[in-house]
T-cell receptor, first 114, second 110 residues
Framework: GAVVSQHPSWVICKSGTSVKIECRSLDFQATTMFWYRQFPKQSLMLMATSNEGSKATYEQGVEKDKFLINHASLTLSTLTVTSAHPEDSSFYIC??????????FGPGTRLTVL | AQRVTQPEKLLSVFKGAPVELKCNYSYSGSPELFWYVQYSRQRLQLLLRHISRESIKGFTADLNKGETSFHLKKPFAQEEDSAMYYCALRRNTNAGKSTFGDGTTLTVKP
């Protein structure tokens, strides 16, 4: 099946710094990628929808200036958490789809902000 | 607005017992329904989708439009079925964007 990778798998950073997370579709071209946030033992909260070559569509309540999304190619999307604070600590998951298929999820990135 | 409800946060059964994870949805159109599973320390992965009408790992789910439900069932649970299960709805008019339920943690005891 299709494979989606995320890098890094975990990151620890100081408060106020920015962190970039990459999401790649390894063996297919993803028409759309999604970024989710997952809290412990809770559901996935969709943050934004990312289409290659266009601006991301953010869900209500998600600060677009804080969570910068760039979808430079059909196989790569990046999420940058700017000026991170401890409350941004979470598990960030990306997923990718081809048209008409179900979602393929990345393994997630654990972000800890000190 | 679309909504997915999984009424049980935790579900525990004994090995060999039948199991049913409930999922109800609200959506005015014709949705696509999915079940995703997340095993311990693994990524979320697709278990089955309603349009496939297939059985995966012994699990089945039937879309009941009258009751707006998509319950996941397995006649004989196994210990390796212990995981977090998410029901998800995707609008057929919006490429890919899905709404997830809160998830049900299934524990199958020996």
């Amino acid at each position: 099946g299709a494979v989606v990778s995320q890098h890094p798998s975990w990151v620890i950073c100081k408060s106020g710094t920015s962190v970039k997370i990459e999401c790649r579709s390894l063996d297919f071209q993803a028409t759309t990628m999604f970024w989710y946030r997952q809290f412990p033992k809770q559901s996935l909260m969709l943050m934004a929808t990312s289409n290659e070559g266009s601006k991301a569509t953010y869900e209500q309540g998600v600060e677009k200036d804080k969570f910068l999304i760039n979808h430079a190619s059909l196989t790569l999307s990046t999420l940058t958490v700017t000026s991170a604070h401890p409350e941004d600590s979470s598990f960030y998951i990306c997923s990718a789809i081809q048209t008409g298929t179900s979602q393929f999820f990345g393994p997630g990135t654990r972000l800890t902000v000190l | 607005a679309q909504r997915v409800t999984q009424p049980e946060k935790l579900l525990s059964v004994f090995k060999g017992a039948p199991v049913e994870l409930k999922c109800n949805y609200s959506y005015s159109g014709s949705p696509e329904l999915f079940w995703y599973v997340q095993y311990s320390r693994q990524r979320l992965q697709l278990l089955l989708r309603h349009i496939s009408r297939e059985s995966i790992k012994g699990f089945t789910a039937d879309l009941n439009k009258g009751e707006t439900s998509f319950h996941l069932k397995k006649p004989f649970a196994q210990e390796e079925d212990s995981a977090m299960y998410y029901c998800a709805l995707r609008r057929n008019t919006n490429a890919g964007k899905s709404t997830f339920g809160d998830g049900t943690t299934l524990t199958v005891k020996p």
